[in-house]
């Protein structure tokens, strides 16, 4: 990546995504939700340079939590108690999402919706008496992250001096569905359902925590080519170091003020987000890394008072890239007469 990528980087949107994630945070503060970082990571996910194309990413992003929202609450109520036929959904919602993800024009809103029922449908495994409540505050969570972002770019994009007109950036509703082979579909299916299903097992065997930031991590790096899943994976492990090391330093020196913490994250997210926003080969690492310091400096309602949480969050998402690569070691060719060849590699 050349260094010019990263200063084209206009600072007025660093400042925007910024602003967007610190009032994501003070709307979950103030409804006291559970896991209020899903709200600050709503915020960064959506921010872009491209109104437009964030304000459909949004609009995406809120229309898959209420799918993935009722399909996972149904599934979970119907499958409670019953972990043969708590695989096979986790199988089934994981194989349909990923496959929809590369054959719909409207993939993200699949992803979200496949994680936020593969969430609830977790938690009904590990904690079965809190799926209702954390449903009900994911909710709260996603659209607060949402709408902090919609306001900040609304309002501070003409303060700044902005245009709010769309780019010539591609839209993310715009991009046409790809056509996949059968040999593509088939292993779209086959890999999407077995890596929830082989976290999860992976997980309870091991007692390994965070076992919902590893599905979805694992969930979101998944890619219909080989190598493209490999680099992703290597870029969020390379992002989740970075952002985590920064991040639990930063937590550290995250006191009860409101104001200092305010300070901590503010800096934090313009810094990154040079990165994230940009169109460079590794802005992917800059958008992982925001996720981890997200993750080590929101733990709950309040500034963060230990790290022990924190490095747990951080170690169910570099476990859950780990497991999508060693999954992909084993390459599926186009032809079928072609012998599979293993390139897992341990470094």
Same mark, same amino acid.
């Given at each position: 990546?050349?260094?010019?990528?990263?200063?084209? =980087?206009?600072?007025? !949107?660093?400042?925007?995504?910024?602003?967007?994630?610190?009032?994501?945070?003070?709307?979950?503060?103030?409804?006291? %939700? /559970?896991?209020?970082?899903?709200?600050?990571?709503? *915020?960064?996910?959506?921010?872009? #340079? /491209?109104? !437009?194309?964030?304000?459909?990413?949004?609009?995406?992003?809120?229309?898959?939590?209420?799918?993935?929202?009722?399909?996972?609450?149904?599934?979970?109520?119907?499958?409670?108690?019953?972990?043969?036929?708590?695989?096979?959904?986790?199988?089934?919602?994981?194989?349909?999402?990923?496959?929809?993800?590369?054959?719909?024009?409207?993939?993200?809103?699949?992803?979200? $919706?496949?994680? #936020?029922?593969?969430?609830?449908?977790?938690?009904? @495994?590990? /904690?079965?008496?809190?799926?209702?409540?954390? *449903?009900?505050?994911?909710?709260?969570?996603?659209?607060? +992250?949402?709408? *902090?972002?919609?306001?900040?770019?609304?309002?501070?994009?003409?303060?700044?001096?902005?245009?709010?007109?769309?780019?010539?950036?591609?839209?993310?509703?715009?991009?046409?569905?790809?056509?996949? #082979?059968?040999?593509?579909?088939?292993?779209?299916?086959?890999? $999407?359902?077995?890596?929830?299903?082989?976290?999860?097992?992976?997980?309870?065997?091991?007692?390994?925590?965070?076992?919902?930031?590893?599905?979805?991590?694992?969930? =979101?790096? @998944?890619?219909?080519?080989?190598?493209?899943?490999?680099?992703? *994976?290597?870029?969020?492990?390379?992002?989740?170091?970075?952002?985590?090391?920064?991040?639990?330093?930063?937590?550290?020196?995250?006191?009860?003020?409101?104001?200092?913490?305010?300070?901590?994250?503010?800096?934090?997210?313009?810094?990154?987000?040079?990165? !994230?926003?940009?169109?460079?080969?590794?802005?992917? =690492? +800059?958008?992982?890394?925001?996720?981890?310091?997200?993750?080590?400096?929101?733990? $709950?309602?309040?500034?963060?008072?230990?790290?022990?949480?924190?490095?747990?969050?951080?170690?169910?998402? #570099?476990? +859950?890239? @780990?497991?999508?690569?060693?999954?992909?070691?084993?390459? =599926?060719?186009?032809?079928?007469?072609?012998?599979?060849? %293993?390139?897992?590699?341990?470094?």
């Amino acid at each position: 990546m050349s260094a010019d990528r990263i200063e084209s =980087v206009d600072l007025r !949107h660093s400042l925007i995504t910024a602003a967007s994630c610190w009032l994501a945070a003070m709307f979950v503060f103030f409804f006291h %939700c /559970d896991n209020p970082w899903w709200g600050v990571i709503s *915020a960064w996910v959506i921010s872009s #340079t /491209d109104f !437009h194309q964030s304000s459909l990413k949004a609009m995406m992003r809120v229309a898959g939590t209420f799918a993935g929202y009722f399909v996972g609450l149904i599934c979970a109520s119907l499958t409670e108690g019953e972990p043969v036929w708590q695989a096979l959904v986790l199988f089934l919602i994981g194989a349909i999402g990923m496959s929809m993800r590369f054959r719909s024009r409207f993939s993200y809103a699949w992803i979200i $919706g496949s994680a #936020t029922a593969l969430i609830l449908i977790v938690l009904d @495994l590990t /904690d079965p008496g809190s799926i209702y409540e954390t *449903a009900h505050y994911r909710l709260y969570e996603i659209i607060s +992250g949402v709408v *902090a972002a919609w306001l900040c770019a609304r309002l501070l994009r003409p303060l700044l001096g902005l245009s709010s007109r769309a780019s010539e950036t591609e839209s993310i509703s715009a991009r046409a569905s790809i056509n996949l #082979t059968p040999n593509e579909l088939r292993m779209l299916i086959m890999v $999407g359902g077995l890596v929830p299903v082989i976290t999860t097992l992976l997980w309870s065997w091991l007692r390994l925590p965070s076992l919902v930031q590893a599905i979805v991590t694992a969930l =979101v790096t @998944l890619d219909r080519n080989v190598a493209n899943a490999q680099i992703r *994976a290597t870029q969020r492990i390379l992002g989740c170091l970075l952002g985590g090391a920064i991040g639990l330093v930063a937590a550290e020196f995250a006191t009860s003020s409101l104001f200092a913490w305010s300070v901590i994250i503010f800096g934090g997210i313009f810094l990154f987000s040079q990165l !994230h926003l940009s169109t460079g080969r590794f802005s992917y =690492v +800059g958008t992982q890394a925001g996720v981890a310091f997200i993750l080590a400096v929101v733990t $709950g309602n309040n500034p963060p008072d230990t790290i022990g949480p924190v490095i747990g969050r951080i170690a169910g998402m #570099t476990g +859950g890239v @780990l497991v999508v690569d060693q999954i992909f070691c084993f390459k =599926v060719p186009t032809n079928p007469a072609t012998i599979i060849r %293993c390139k897992c590699r341990l470094d």
